[in-house]
């Protein structure tokens, strides 16, 4: 097992804790410590302990053709047709040990979700990234701005979603659908 620099981690990644040999899903960073959750408990570790688990692969060696199809996989629960979260627990179709990088899984949720919004002609879209170092809210501003039906994007929810604002031609059908959040 490899040492790892906590600022190489992506979300999700499956890590060893050196000391005593825990396994578990890095979260994010918190105070300097890596944010680790263990069998659904969070338990924060020094940078230094922690090993990238041996069964991880690394981040190219996942195939995007090897992911569930986005509508085969389960919604996160009682969110409105608008919102999506892609916080990893919402998505228990994701397993870390899959050798899938997480991002690469929560940007195929991303862009099926904004697709199907899109095909709906919704005008307001939520998309729930979380605060972490930033990495999925600069991939998922990406896969936005590829899209010719965004018209406006703003960080709400002090900067742990988007508000994405969509506009269609004019005389095209447009669904209207007001903002909810849980």
């Avoid at 960073?29 to 263990?38: T, Y």
């Amino acid at each position: 097992m490899e040492k790892v620099d906590i600022n190489s981690l992506w979300i999700g990644d499956l890590v060893t804790l050196h000391s005593n040999g825990t396994i578990g899903t890095f979260e994010g960073e918190q105070d300097g410590l890596a944010k680790i959750n263990v069998d659904g408990r969070i338990i924060f570790a020094h940078p230094t302990d922690l090993r990238l688990h041996s069964n991880a692969q690394s981040e190219n060696e996942g195939d995007l053709d090897d992911i569930e199809d986005p509508s085969d996989t389960q919604t996160p629960v009682a969110a409105p047709a608008n919102v999506i979260d892609l916080h990893l627990d919402k998505w228990p179709s994701y397993k870390p040990s899959s050798g899938i990088p997480a991002l690469d899984f929560q940007m195929r949720q991303c862009a099926h979700f904004v697709d199907s919004a899109i095909e709906q002609r919704l005008t307001s879209i939520v998309i729930i990234h979380g605060k972490g170092a930033g990495v999925l809210k600069t991939n998922v501003r990406h896969l936005l701005s590829l899209k010719a039906e965004v018209f406006q994007i703003h960080d709400i929810h002090a900067g742990g979603a988007l508000e994405v604002i969509l506009h269609y031609r004019e005389g095209e059908k447009v669904q209207n659908k007001s903002r909810h959040m849980p």
